[in-house]
């Protein structure tokens, strides 16, 4: 069926304000990962998921960044009190099983902005 | 310093050139090297990859690892106007799940 689906493609907030970043992965894939895209910085890990459990959030900037997964499948990513340095755009990929050689598919991406 | 170092470019060449995109690494765990291209506003594909050193080609794609140098090439013959995007390139140690990327080569093949 489909590819990896992320919403919304586009969100402004104001800093301080929370913000919730969703990620549809592929039908049966088990693995989930997000990574951020800065201007200059290339992609950057952010947390895996193996079901829904986060063995490796070793990418988390910091405690306002959290990630959750629910039935295998849906991931929301939350950063909480949002400070301009968090914009960029966020992507999700999701693999069948996990290890990078296991090809991951990525998602058109979350643009965030934060004025 | 980064583990992957990428030039950003961009990088321009007529229709029909050979481009050449590079990569060093410096963690030498780094066992298996990936190449992704990214079109503007959409997510990163993966177009190739390869284990340890040597060569890897699939039509007009050549990729080329040289563990000894730490240095990652990917080629394109024959170039097009549809392979303008982003290219990027991506390395793992094979016992974990994680790719550290490099930045990505901006390139445009002109007409």
């Known amino acids: 069926g489909a590819g990896v689906s992320q919403s919304p493609s586009n969100k402004v907030t104001e800093k301080g304000k929370d913000v919730e970043l969703r990620c549809d992965p592929i039908?049966?894939?088990?693995?989930l990962y997000w990574y951020r895209q800065s201007l200059g910085q290339g992609l950057e890990f952010l947390i895996y998921?193996?079901?829904?459990?986060?063995?490796?959030k070793s990418g988390l900037p910091s405690d306002r960044f959290s990630a959750e997964r629910t039935g295998g499948s849906v991931s929301t990513l939350t950063i909480q009190r949002t400070q301009q340095e968090d914009s960029a755009v966020y992507l999700c990929?999701?693999?069948?099983?996990?290890?990078?050689?296991?090809?991951?598919?990525f998602g058109p991406g979350t643009r965030l902005l934060v004025l | 310093q980064k583990e992957v170092e990428q030039d950003p470019g961009p990088l321009s060449v007529p229709e029909g050139a050979i481009v050449s995109l590079n990569c060093t690494y410096s963690?030498?765990?780094?066992?298996?090297f990936m190449w992704y291209r990214q079109y503007s506003r959409k997510g990163p594909e993966l177009l190739m990859y390869?284990?340890?050193?040597g060569n890897k080609e699939d039509g007009r794609f050549t990729a080329q690892v040289d563990k000894s140098s730490k240095y990652i090439s990917l080629f394109i013959r024959d170039s097009q106007p549809s392979d303008s995007a982003t290219y990027l390139c991506?390395?793992?140690?094979?016992?974990?799940?994680?790719?550290?990327f490099g930045t990505g080569t901006q390139l445009k093949v002109e007409l």
């Open positions: 990929a999701s693999s069948l099983s996990p290890g990078g050689i296991e090809t991951q598919y």
């Open positions: 039908s049966g894939h088990t693995a």
């Open positions: 998921f193996q079901g829904n459990s986060a063995p490796d």
């Open positions: 963690n030498s765990a780094f066992q298996y």
């Open positions: 390869t284990y340890s050193s």
């Open positions: 991506a390395t793992f140690t094979g016992g974990g799940n994680k790719l550290t």
